[in-house]
Structures are given as C-alpha cells and as structure tokens.
Nanobody
Framework: QVELVESGGGLVQAGGSLRLSCAASGSGFRAGFGIHTMGWYRQAPGKQRELVATITSGGSTNYADSVKGRFTISRDNAKSTVYLQMNSLKPEDIAVYYC?????????????WGQGTQVTVSS
C-alpha cells in the first residue's frame, strides 16, 4: 500500500513563507523512492491542476514560471520525503497542493498522489 502524506499547509500573509512536506509510506515504495520523479502540483478553485515543481532522482529540478525564484523543491531519499519551500507567497498561490510520485518516462497522472494540503494567502 503506497501512501503520500502532505503536511505544512495553512494560512499565511502575503510575502510570508510555508514549507510543505510529503512523506511516503509503504515498505516497497520507500525502498524504491529514490528512483521516482517527485513533484508538487496545485489546483485553485475553478481551475485545472497545474505543475508547480518537479525533482528527478538525480536532483534535477523544474519549476512553473509563476513560482521560479520563490519556490524550491528538494528531496531526502533517506527519509522518503519531498519538500516545497515557498517564499514570497502571493494571493495567486492559493490552492490545494498535491504531492506526486511517478516513474520517469511515465505520465505523472498515472503515478501516486497525496490527498492534498490547503495553502491560503491573505492579502
């Protein structure tokens, strides 16, 4: 049984920071955590889910233009955890943030998803 559990969401003022965490469980998955591409996606009310950032097994990162320079994705394979440091938050960052894990070369939507964590930014 694979489970991705996000934490760290909440309410913050514009310009503030939050750090999201996504911890993976399931002994088989944790053993192979390091090979997965990990990512954060978000879905705002009335909008489609969109990519925020991804990090490969080798540590290569990719960011949406809207978060470049403000957000940083990182991973700790020993802890089977991926993080998203969010700085200089804006009201347009309000969304439910989802963690994703997928095998390189496959589509993220066919991978594993967390249940989501709400991020709210007050102006």
């Amino acid at each position: 049984q694979v489970e991705l559990v996000e934490s760290g969401g909440g309410l913050v003022q514009a310009g503030g920071s939050l750090r999201l965490s996504c911890a993976a469980s399931g002994s088989g998955f944790r053993a192979g955590f390091g090979i997965h591409t990990m990512g954060w996606y978000r879905q705002a009310p009335g909008k489609q889910r969109e990519l925020v950032a991804t990090i490969t097994s080798g540590g290569s990162t990719n960011y949406a233009d809207s978060v470049k320079g403000r957000f940083t994705i990182s991973r700790d394979n020993a802890k089977s955890t991926v993080y998203l440091q969010m700085n200089s938050l804006k009201p347009e960052d309000i969304a439910v943030y989802y963690c994703n894990a997928h095998i390189p070369g496959t589509r993220p939507e066919y991978g594993y998803w967390g249940q989501g964590t709400q991020v709210t930014v007050s102006s």
